[in-house]
């Protein structure tokens, strides 16, 4: 099913396989249609199956990374490049060593900074000399963050050093061995930095994410739900399997 909504687009798939295959069709169209285009790029289970479909397409030759840029939402901080749940780790194992984007174009927040504010500013300054983003992946947290911008009482404008929430600690740290080893903190766009790409694609699967799905697309626009923002973007694409659109189709149909 695919959906205008108000200003935005709903495109629901079947399962999983089928939403990730639309999640790399619209990445990959991107990259056809602008050389030298910039993307956004998220973490997290969700983009996987994505990620997994674009290594595919490269691998056929239907899709050239060699002059996309990319910028990731965020980093855990403190965390090593080398440490495999670092989100620099995870981009390399799961997307960047398997295509041929030039690493020198992949940027990730430096988990390690010791200035977490100069960081920060100059992740910005990187984003602004790109020219911009011109397509943001984004998956969803149960609490409705995007990169890491945790619910709160205003939506954050620029690349931040933020504590996470005790609930996104947890939600995470089915990834480590431990919780107390997840990091307490992160280095993340902000809401005014993802808002500022020119398209937004938000992927969002399986039925743990129903409610929160509703509550982004569908409900109050509030920081304390903070992808809510998203529905005043004027170019988003929401992409949902069944399980997670199970709310949202008796609203909209
Ligand atoms: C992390 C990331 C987010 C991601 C979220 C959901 O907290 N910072 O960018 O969207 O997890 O992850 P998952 O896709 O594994 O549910």
Same mark, same amino acid.
């Given at each position: &099913?695919? +959906?205008?909504?108000?200003?935005?687009?709903?495109?629901?798939? @079947?399962?999983?396989?089928?939403?990730?295959?639309?999640?790399?069709?619209?990445?990959?169209?991107?990259? %056809?249609?602008?050389?030298?285009?910039?993307?956004?790029?998220?973490?997290?289970?969700?983009?996987?199956?994505?990620?997994?479909?674009?290594?595919?397409?490269?691998?056929?030759?239907?899709?050239? *990374?060699?002059?996309?840029?990319?910028?990731?939402?965020? @980093?855990?901080?403190?965390?090593?490049?080398?440490?495999?749940?670092?989100? +620099?780790?995870?981009?390399?194992?799961?997307?960047?060593?398997?295509?041929?984007?030039?690493? #020198? %174009?992949?940027?990730? =927040?430096?988990?390690?900074?010791?200035?977490?504010?100069?960081?920060?500013?100059?992740?910005?300054?990187?984003?602004?000399?790109?020219?911009?983003?011109?397509?943001?992946?984004? $998956?969803? $947290?149960? %609490? $409705?963050?995007?990169?890491?911008? @945790?619910?709160?009482?205003? *939506?954050?404008?620029?690349? %931040?050093?933020?504590?996470?929430?005790?609930?996104?600690?947890?939600?995470? #740290?089915?990834? *480590?061995?431990? =919780?107390? @080893?997840? =990091?307490?903190?992160?280095?993340?766009? $902000?809401?005014?930095?993802?808002?500022?790409?020119?398209?937004?694609?938000? &992927?969002?699967?399986?039925?743990?994410?129903?409610?929160? #799905?509703?509550?982004?697309?569908?409900?109050?626009?509030?920081?304390?739900?903070?992808?809510?923002?998203?529905?005043?973007?004027?170019?988003?694409?929401?992409?949902?399997? #069944?399980?997670?659109? +199970?709310?949202?189709?008796?609203?909209?149909?």
């Amino acid at each position: &099913m695919e +959906k205008k909504y108000k200003n935005f687009k709903i495109v629901i798939k @079947e399962n999983y396989d089928s939403t990730s295959i639309v999640v790399a069709d619209i990445i990959a169209g991107l990259v %056809n249609a602008k050389s030298g285009g910039v993307l956004g790029l998220a973490t997290g289970g969700t983009p996987v199956g994505a990620y997994k479909q674009l290594i595919a397409m490269q691998a056929a030759g239907k899709v050239d *990374f060699s002059h996309v840029t990319c910028f990731n939402l965020d @980093e855990y901080h403190p965390i090593a490049a080398s440490n495999s749940q670092s989100y +620099k780790y995870f981009m390399k194992d799961n997307l960047f060593n398997h295509i041929n984007i030039n690493p #020198a %174009n992949t940027h990730i =927040p430096d988990g390690m900074a010791e200035d977490v504010q100069a960081e920060c500013a100059a992740y910005e300054q990187k984003i602004a000399a790109a020219g911009g983003i011109d397509l943001q992946l984004l $998956g969803i $947290g149960s %609490n $409705g963050h995007i990169g890491f911008n @945790e619910p709160a009482s205003a *939506f954050s404008r620029e690349t %931040n050093y933020i504590a996470l929430e005790a609930s996104t600690i947890e939600a995470n #740290a089915r990834y *480590f061995n431990s =919780p107390d @080893e997840v =990091p307490k903190h992160a280095l993340t766009m $902000g809401i005014g930095t993802i808002f500022a790409a020119r398209r937004i694609v938000m &992927m969002i699967t399986g039925a743990a994410k129903a409610n929160i #799905a509703e509550a982004a697309i569908l409900g109050y626009i509030s920081p304390q739900v903070p992808a809510s923002i998203l529905q005043l973007h004027p170019d988003v694409t929401f992409v949902l399997d #069944a399980d997670a659109a +199970k709310n949202i189709i008796p609203r909209i149909t």
